[in-house]
């Protein structure tokens, strides 16, 4: 996760602290020396929506094997003992499960910071209000266009409508809202129109994610942006960061699963001859080290498996049903955990020659895996060119 207002202005707000903390040596199970991964948990796969690009395949189905209450509140637990800081609740359709707001609420009692990713269809005002009274932190609605573009990818007509109604709600409690929007061709010509709406809806976040090819995410690799229409969308991201800045709108901008968008700001700072502004921006993504997935960011499964994050459901180191979370996540044995710790001597192509590499990481092996059958190779979805990176 890139912070482009962090990058250009050097403003913080919470996951700022997590993202630009310099890990002390051999601190590889978490983001800064004895504390854990922020854990994202699929608590269900049911969802009430059936949006295209889905990487957990969810729909209105109802699954068995989901962990009960007490099982869930055991792995909460064990989160609090291994010092997770963060478990966001995420679905198909967290709000979906009937002990939602006991679990968030436990969450917080445990000094855990319980946030959620929801489509937002079902916030009614008692529901906003139940959040921001049990504590939590941030609820991240879903949103892939505006209206009719958003209900194509959401599967269900007056998804928007219903998601809209979902914001506004929480904005009347003073619940923290933000947008989570998927960029990909059908709805590049959407982004200026997001930037406009999160002002007009008084909406203080917003996340734009990089396709990443998972589950139903899969069928859509051809209608995946192109490198120069990713640059386009930095370029438009950038620029309307900033405007909000020059007006004094307290907005924070994110980019999500590309983090070769950092090293493009900074080179794109240098190409402006903006050489403190480049400083600053290379200090702050050399502190993050570009993509954290199995170091400082883990998933679990609705059946308790877990995973290096949401996305690579494919691999699994263990079930916390059958062992602890902190036991797994420092089990040296799984091999490909043990390498996205080390994984700098074990990539290839672009991603091992690469200038950035200690700032970048290596991107997101998920794509490279879905695109290659390797999942070490170079990622696909880096839109730096080779004399950027160093080859050329």
């Known amino acids: ?14 996951g700022d602290t997590l993202r630009y903390n310099k890990l002390s040596p051999g601190a590889k199970h978490g983001v800064a020396s004895g504390a854990g991964p922020v854990v994202v948990w699929n608590s269900t796969k049911t969802c009430n929506l059936l949006c295209r690009h889905c990487y957990m395949n969810s729909n209105a189905n109802k699954f068995s094997g989901e962990l009960t209450t007490a099982e869930a509140k055991h792995f909460i637990n ?31 009692s445990r000094g855990i910071r319980p ?7 079902l916030i009614t005002p008692e ?7 049990i504590g939590v932190g941030y609820v991240g609605i879903s949103l892939d266009g505006l209206r009719d573009v958003n209900d194509k990818f959401r599967g269900k007509t007056g998804a928007f409508e219903a998601a809209m109604k979902g914001i506004q709600n929480c904005v009347a409690v003073g619940q923290r809202v933000g947008l989570r929007f998927t960029i990909n061709k059908h709805n590049l010509a959407e982004l200026d129109n997001i930037f406009d709406f999160i002002e007009e809806e008084n909406i203080n976040r917003v996340c734009f994610y990089h396709l990443v090819y998972s589950g139903r995410g ?7 942006v192109t490198p120069e229409e990713s640059r386009k969308a930095m370029d438009i991201i950038i620029r309307r960061t ?9 907005k924070e901008i994110l980019t999500v699963d590309n983090h070769c968008d950092g090293v493009y700001m900074y080179l794109n700072a240098l190409v402006n001859k903006e050489f403190e502004q480049a400083d600053k921006i290379k200090a702050l993504i050399s502190l993050n080290g570009g993509n954290r997935s199995g170091i400082a960011f883990a998933a679990v499964d609705p059946q308790g498996f877990v995973h290096p994050d949401q996305f690579t459901q494919n691999h699994t180191f263990g079930n916390v049903r059958e062992r602890k979370f902190g036991d797994i996540w420092t089990d040296m044995s799984q091999p490909i955990l043990a390498g996205l710790k080390n994984r700098k001597p074990l990539l290839k192509g ?15 092996r998920t794509r490279a895996e879905a695109i290659t059958g390797d999942f070490w190779e170079s990622d696909p979805a880096c839109y730096l060119t080779d004399e950027e990176i160093g080859l050329g």
């Open 78 to 108: 064990d989160l609090a003992e291994f010092r997770v800081p963060v478990l966001i609740f995420s679905g198909g359709e967290p709000l979906i499960r009937p002990d939602f707001f006991e679990l968030a609420e436990y969450t917080a």
């Open 350 to 364: 672009r991603c091992a020659n690469c200038h950035y590499l200690s700032i970048c990481n290596g991107n997101f």
């Open 1 to 14: 996760m890139i912070s482009v207002t962090k990058l250009l202005f050097q403003t913080e707000y919470f």
């Open 242 to 250: 900033r405007d909000f800045e020059k007006r004094g709108l307290p």
């Open 218 to 224: 899969n069928q859509m690799m051809d209608e995946d």
């Open 127 to 133: 529901v906003a209000a139940h959040l921001k009274k």
């Open 115 to 121: 946030t959620i990713s929801t489509n937002g269809t």
